[in-house]
């Protein structure tokens, strides 16, 4: 029975040395596990901070993320032209109101300042800078700040979108696109853009082609889902590009509702689909984008009729819901100051983030509660009528910079 033991032992043993063998069994584990496993040793550390294995793990499971805090983009300052308003020198040009320590130590540490303006964000990385010429990509993990080359072309009015891709080495690949905005509406069906890859280190000008007439909204952000660009257009429409489509063919899906909401936003949610929330003095409204059997690949052929159609997932009274919140309600002072959609949560339907005054909340829809986020910031200083508010996270994965911690036991 003894030996027996000390054989199972044994074989236990002689497996867990196996990295590829201990790989396949942490794959298995959910997220909540992982993160506690890297103080098992310093091996177990390294293998799981490596690149190799995140990107097999981020493969298969879904891995939260941690909120840093929230950016302040004026739009006063984007694209500025001649005679336009200019920033004040006490007003910082990248405002950060931050929710955790994380965002202090990154608020104090005078990075913010050397970066310029806040464009987007994705995975934790930053890209900010100045239109049209100087464009930074900032790594908040190896504090390390790259420099893009300067584009091609000049756009006099443009939307920007910044898609980072998890990659099997350490090396950071990410694409940076520049879209051209049209004032003709009803004459311009082709999309002009500059595509940076970090894995060329050069600008690629391309075309892109619509079944109608369009023209994309000017200064906005641009959402991500699975490689896939969301971008607003005019007459109440959201334009739909693929990157690694063949074909280079935007698509434009009609919004839900009106197009004139006092806010709108776009986010992925918790099923990976498209979705599209709007407020008014009332309420809001949060709406889904289903996709078919060939999820939204039909939108970019000329052959297949598109089956995808919007579907209305939640729909919210302000008066109700601060009527079931009455001490943050009485709190916050919301009675005198309107309330309004901010942002979505990544990959997430439940909740919510809406702002009334300088005030910032949480609201989730299951439990109908709303909960303050507490914030480091002059929030007062703010114009919110002319600013974007843009919550900042970054994956909740162990980084690399704990395996020269020496912090866990061998």
Aim: glycine share 6%.
């Amino acid at each position: 029975m003894k030996s027996r033991r000390m054989k199972h032992e044994s074989v236990v043993h002689t497996a867990l040395s196996c990295d590829d063998i201990l790989s396949n069994i942490l794959l298995l584990l959910p997220p909540e596990s992982i993160s506690k496993l890297i103080i098992v040793s310093k091996r177990w550390l390294h293998l799981i901070c490596s690149s190799s294995f995140r990107h097999s793990y981020l493969s298969r499971w879904r891995v939260g993320f941690n909120l840093l805090g929230f950016f302040v983009c004026n739009s006063l300052y984007l694209g500025r032209p001649q005679g336009g308003a200019r920033r004040p020198r006490s007003e910082p040009a990248l405002p950060l109101l931050s929710t955790s320590r994380e965002g202090d130590d990154m608020k104090f540490s005078g990075i913010l300042k050397r970066l310029g303006y806040f464009i987007d964000s994705s995975n934790g990385l930053l890209l900010c800078g100045r239109h049209p010429k100087a464009y930074y990509v900032w790594d908040p993990v190896t504090k390390q700040q790259h420099k893009l080359p300067r584009p091609r072309v000049y756009f006099e009015e443009l939307c920007m979108a910044f898609i980072v891709e998890d990659s099997p080495d350490d090396d950071i690949c990410y694409r940076v696109v520049r879209a051209k905005c049209e004032s003709r509406f009803d004459e311009i069906n082709i999309v002009t853009i500059e595509t940076f890859s970090s894995k060329t280190s050069t600008w690629s000008y391309s075309k892109l082609k619509c079944s109608s007439a369009l023209s994309l909204s000017p200064w906005t952000l641009g959402t991500v889902i699975g490689g896939i660009i969301h971008w607003y257009a005019a007459q109440g429409n959201v334009a739909i590009y693929d990157l690694d489509h063949q074909e280079k063919h935007i698509a434009l899906v009609k919004l839900p509702g009106t197009f004139d909401f006092d806010e709108q936003v776009l986010g992925e949610s918790s099923d990976g689909c498209l979705q599209y929330g709007w407020s008014c003095k009332s309420g809001l409204e949060i709406w889904v984008l289903e996709k078919d059997l060939c999820g939204y690949a039909s939108l970019f052929s000329s052959n297949k009729q598109s089956n995808v159609k919007w579907s209305l997932r939640y729909k919210l009274n302000f008066k109700i819901m601060w009527k079931k919140n009455p001490t943050v309600a009485t709190k916050c002072s919301t009675r005198s100051k309107e309330t309004e959609i901010l942002s979505f949560l990544p990959q997430n339907s439940k909740s919510v983030f809406i702002r009334s005054g300088s005030n910032i909340f949480l609201y989730h829809f299951e439990s109908e509660r709303v909960e303050v986020m507490q914030y480091q910031g002059r929030g007062s200083s703010i114009l919110w009528d002319f600013s974007k508010v843009i919550p900042y996270y970054k994956r909740a994965w162990p980084q690399p910079a704990l395996c020269c911690s020496g912090n866990s036991t061998t």
